[in-house]
T-cell receptor, first 115, second 106 residues
Framework: GAGVSQTPSNKVTEKGKYVELRCDPI?????LYWYRQSLGQGPEFLIY????????DSGLPNDRFFAVRPEGSVSTLKIQRTERGDSAVYLC?????????????FGPGTRLTVL | GNSVTQMEGPVTLSEEAFLTINCTYT??????LFWYVQYPGEGLQLLLK?????DKGSNKGFEATYRKETTSFHLEKGSVQVSDSAVYFC?????FGQGTTLQVKP
């Protein structure tokens, strides 16, 4: 595709439920990143993939958060037992090169609201 | 660990004024440095970057120089326009600053 796409654009769920957020990176980009952004804050790093493997997951806040990228393209961020504090915009980005060296291209984000 | 400190906003300027947004960072090694911009209603996009010490990144009249000795990457523009109103983020590697909101008045 022309850019990074994310689905859904908005997700409203109830506390305790499970959610999945999907990211389609730019074709050919080997690196994929997940961030979350709260209102008035900068993006907070969660995890990045180089190919299929999670190269750095140090930003995942706890074990309720998990992400996969089984074929080295599409990625899914999974959140179990959602809490109100998980409400934020979840951003996905991809880049050609290793994290920190190349420009990241961002998707429009998924706005998650936990009631 | 790595961190970044950005000038707090909002910054309000008149059109054609000079802009500086300060950014300092701590990081292991010498990472590439980026400024990203988020225009109202749009997603994050790269504004400029510098990959090594003393490099100057530039785009759309904005400039920033990679200063290794002061671990800084300040963003400057000589004459801002109303269309520059946006939120600006300094980002060494994967760490983003909190963002600086710029409002330019005609």
């Amino acid at each position: 595709g022309a850019g990074v796409s994310q689905t859904p654009s908005n997700k409203v769920t109830e506390k305790g439920k499970y959610v999945e957020l999907r990211c389609d990176p730019i074709s050919g980009h080997t690196a994929l990143y997940w961030y979350r952004q709260s209102l008035g804050q900068g993006p907070e790093f969660l995890i990045y993939f180089q190919g299929t493997g999670a190269a750095d997951d140090s930003g995942l806040p706890n074990d309720r958060f998990f992400a996969v990228r089984p074929e080295g393209s599409v990625s899914t961020l999974k959140i179990q037992r959602t809490e109100r504090g998980d409400s934020a915009v979840y951003l996905c980005a991809s880049s050609l090169w290793l994290a920190g060296a190349g420009e990241q291209f961002f998707g429009p984000g998924t706005r998650l609201t936990v009631l | 660990g790595n961190s970044v400190t950005q000038m707090e906003g909002p910054v309000t300027l008149s059109e054609e004024a000079f802009l500086t947004i300060n950014c300092t960072y701590t990081a292991t090694g010498y990472p590439s440095l980026f400024w990203y911009v988020q225009y109202p209603g749009e997603g994050l996009q790269l504004l400029l970057k510098a990959t090594k010490a003393d490099d100057k990144g530039s785009n759309k009249g904005f400039e920033a120089t990679y200063r290794k000795e002061t671990t800084s990457f300040h963003l400057e523009k000589g004459s801002v326009q109303v269309s520059d109103s946006a939120v600006y983020f300094c980002a060494p590697k994967l760490i983003f600053g909190q963002g600086t909101t710029l409002q330019v008045k005609p």
